[in-house]
């Protein structure tokens, strides 16, 4: 085997791989949970100057804590609905 065909074979898996990737980040987008979400709640539970620094701390530490978080319940049932899992 030539070094150009295991390089041509080395970049069509990378590129399946990588387009496996990103195809399950597009499914999993819709799932995906920042801490924002809690925001609007927060707001308007803990309204007023005095309860403002509070309502701040609370928001930083959901976002810091949930950033970038996909329940587990989201991803097996995006799985599923591709036909991934069997």
């Known amino acids: 085997m030539s070094l150009a065909t295991i390089f041509r074979n ?3 898996a990378i590129g399946k791989d990588q387009h496996r990737v990103e195809a399950l980040r597009r499914i999993l987008a819709r799932f995906t949970f920042d801490g924002t979400e809690c925001h609007r709640i927060i707001d308007s539970e803990l309204r007023g100057l005095e309860n403002e620094l509070t309502a701040s701390a609370i928001k930083h530490k959901i ?3 949930f950033h970038d978080c996909i329940p587990i319940d989201a991803v097996l049932m995006a799985l599923l609905e591709t036909g991934e899992l069997p």
């Open 63 to 65: 976002q810091s804590q």
């Open 10 to 12: 080395y970049g069509a």
